[in-house]
């Protein structure tokens, strides 16, 4: 059955850094674009980065280009956002996905305040 479990997320003051991580099981990860998503308290889920099947093609919401990067292992089966520069409004619960598909993880809590 597939699987996508986040981690990484946490506590941390503005303009400090996280590392979000997914582990993918239960199909063929390098088959499918991946995507992470966000979700604010109030607020819709939104897109705020995709990548293509063989890690090409990096897109960005707006919001976040140029302070996040995501990536991919293939070998692994994992998904990565990292993020910098981090601001109050980058706080939410964030998702993985594979694009196109219903498959979520749980999410992982990422609050950024000092």
């Known amino acids: 059955q597939v699987q996508l479990m986040e981690s990484g997320g946490g506590l941390v003051q503005p303009g400090g850094s996280l590392t979000l991580s997914c582990l993918a099981s239960?199909?063929?990860?390098?088959?499918?674009?991946m995507t992470w998503y966000r979700q604010a308290p109030g607020k819709d889920r939104e897109l705020v980065a995709r990548?293509?099947?063989?890690?090409?093609?990096?897109r960005y919401n707006d919001a976040v280009k140029d302070r996040f990067t995501i990536s991919r292992d293939n070998v692994k089966n994992v998904l990565t956002l990292q993020m910098n520069n981090l601001k109050p409004e980058d706080t939410g619960k964030y998702y993985c996905?594979?694009?196109?598909?219903?498959?979520w993880g749980p999410g992982t809590q990422v609050t950024v305040s000092s």
């Open positions: 990548i293509g099947e063989t890690g090409d093609r990096p």
């Open positions: 996905r594979g694009e196109y598909t219903e498959w």
């Open positions: 239960g199909f063929s990860f390098k088959s499918y674009a």
